[in-house]
T-cell receptor, first 110, second 113 residues
């Protein structure tokens, strides 16, 4: 069964304090790994898709990386507006389905 | 681009009533749409996959007679929660596949009294 585990559950940072969020996964064959951002009471907002180990993608202060077992979302010099829950999901080869982790709730204090 | 609109955003109703939720892809056509349910501090759980012009595929444990899905056009899917009860209270979110990416609506908070 495909599974996604995200850690930590919650993370508090000071503005400017860089850190990383972890997404460990098991999947029969990886078609894609997805990162989303979710604000309270809203639907997930797409950030990145990673397809193969070694791949990296960047967007503003965020950088996502992928290995065969896990993905990291690195946040460089975060700002309060980066506060949100970050969700990781995997899609298996031959499937339309996304399997989500429970997310990491990030709070960035000014 | 890739905007998905979901309506209503919030609904409160009495036990036993039926509630319809709409999901529209505003600027792209979506042959496949998905319906999820999210409980507090839990993962998004896929309920069903909806393909335009055909019957929805439901995940194990999801009652297809209770959660009716219709995907009659390339831009609209609806979820009807029939004879809703308090245990059906949750946050329901739809997504539409654009290319290889699922784009999500802003969800519907359903509260059954």
């Amino acid at each position: 069964e495909d599974q996604v585990t995200q850690s930590p559950e919650a993370l508090r940072l000071q503005e400017g304090e860089s850190s990383s969020l972890n997404c460990s996964y098991t999947v029969s064959g990886l078609r894609g790994l997805f990162w989303y951002r979710q604000d309270p009471g809203k639907g997930p907002e797409f950030l990145f898709t990673l397809y193969s180990a070694g791949e990296e993608k960047e967007k503003e202060r965020l950088k996502a990386t992928l290995t065969k077992k896990e993905s990291f979302l690195h946040i460089t010099a975060p700002k309060p507006e980066d506060s949100a829950t970050y969700l990781c999901a995997v899609q298996a080869v031959g499937s339309e389905k996304l399997v989500f982790g429970k997310g990491t709730k990030l709070t960035v204090n000014p | 681009g890739a905007v998905v609109s979901q309506h209503p955003s919030w609904v409160i109703c009495k036990s036993g009533t039926s509630v319809k939720i709409e999901c529209r892809s505003l600027d792209f056509q979506a042959t496949t749409m998905f319906w999820y349910r999210q409980f507090p501090k839990q993962s998004l759980m896929l309920m069903a996959t909806s393909n335009e012009g055909s019957k929805a595929t439901y995940e194990q444990g999801v009652e297809k007679d209770k959660f009716l899905i219709n995907h009659a056009s390339l831009t609209l899917s609806t979820l009807t929660v029939t004879s809703a009860h308090p245990e059906d209270s949750s946050f329901y979110i739809c997504s539409a596949r654009g290319g290889q990416t699922q784009h999500f609506g802003d969800g519907t908070r359903l509260s059954i009294l």
